[in-house]
């Protein structure tokens, strides 16, 4: 995983940067989507047998409408 600098998503649609905040336990990337949503991704920084545990969270707004969701994740760095 990396350590220090800047991070982005490439998604189907391009490139993206992400706000990050880091704590001595978990990243938190956080990204803005073009129409004002929130998406959050909380990644552990202390890997199981190599996999690190995450959380994805979706907080959009469509047609005046909250519409959540939220995944749990394992990842590996690569």
Known sequence: MQTSGD???IGNLGMT???TIRVDF???LIERTPIGNVN???I???PVD???QAVHSRHSVILDG???SQTLLACRAR
């Open 50 to 52: 190599g996999v690190y």
């Open 44 to 46: 552990l920084l202390s």
């Open 66 to 68: 909250l519409v959540p």
């Open 17 to 19: 940067e992400l706000a």
């Open 26 to 28: 978990a990243l938190q």
């Open 40 to 42: 959050l991704t909380t």
């Open 7 to 9: 991070y982005v998503m």
